[in-house]
């Protein structure tokens, strides 16, 4: 893969995020880290640094699309042009549906939904001009299959699934690649609070029903974004790469 190709990584500051930040960066490519938590991004780009890479840190709240718009312009001044935009950036928080705020559904659905739109629809001219570019989406197996206790997120990961088929379908003939891995389990400090704090079981609990019965890493799906955003899968779009251990076949 080529070194000089522009990543951004939304949520890239922690879990699955921080772990294809990393993996981008150790492979030599230029990064932009966006990230709602300032802390995070501040912590997670020095240290990129402090290891030689070439790191952009932004605090940036996907949903909010003129600071997504203002990200990319600093993105572009430091760095040049995006070639790849990983869209991890997403919330999941636990609600019944009968008793859910109309507030907490539209949340959901303008971080998880849009906040894809607006992290796609800005970086996607740059790829377009070069005739070359990747894209990878994390959407869940919530979205395959059903949550009965956070069906607002279910509902917003469907979204971004079909977002995927649909631009994978309308830029392909620009050179451009547009996958979704769905992860299931996946032992990342949102999983570990949701855990902690009962909403959900233990993690060791829940990996002992799936068939490789472990928590997935964010090292996991690092290999398979390494892989998506690779000239070697320059024949693979619009498709639902399940690293999720035979969690949902």
Not at 66 to 80: F, P, S, V
Not at 99 to 120: A, E, K
Not at 159 to 183: D, M
Not at 205 to 227: N, Q
Request: aromatic share 4%; with cysteine; hydrophobic share 45%.
């Amino acid at each position: 893969m080529s070194g000089d190709r522009v990543v951004v990584v939304t949520g890239g500051a922690s879990g699955m995020g921080l772990g294809i930040s990393q993996r981008f960066a150790a492979n030599g490519h230029p990064v932009a880290i966006l990230d709602v938590q300032a802390e995070a991004v501040e912590r997670e780009t020095e240290a990129l640094r402090a290891n030689g890479a070439k790191v952009v840190g932004l605090t940036v709240d996907v949903a909010n699309r003129a600071q997504i718009d203002a990200a990319y312009a600093t993105i572009r001044e430091q760095l040049g042009p995006i070639s790849i935009v990983i869209a991890s950036a997403g919330i999941s928080r636990s609600q019944d549906f009968l008793t859910m705020p109309v507030d907490t559904w539209q949340r959901m659905i303008d971080v998880n939904l849009t906040g894809v739109f607006h992290s796609l629809q800005a970086a996607l001219p740059d790829m377009v001009a070069r005739n070359w570019g990747r894209v990878v989406t994390i959407s869940s197996h919530a979205a395959q299959g059903g949550a009965t206790d956070r069906a607002h997120y279910a509902a917003s990961k469907g979204g971004v699934i079909s977002l995927t088929k649909s631009l994978a379908r309308a830029f392909a003939a620009n050179g451009i690649t547009v996958n979704t891995i769905p992860p299931s389990l996946v032992d990342t400090p949102l999983a570990r609070f949701g855990a902690t704090s009962g909403e959900v079981p233990p993690i060791e609990v829940i990996a002992s029903h799936i068939p490789i019965a472990r928590a997935g890493t964010p090292d996991d799906i690092a290999d398979a974004c390494e892989f998506l955003c690779s000239d070697k899968a320059s024949y693979i779009t619009g498709q639902e790469i399940n690293v999720n251990g035979g969690a949902h076949m």
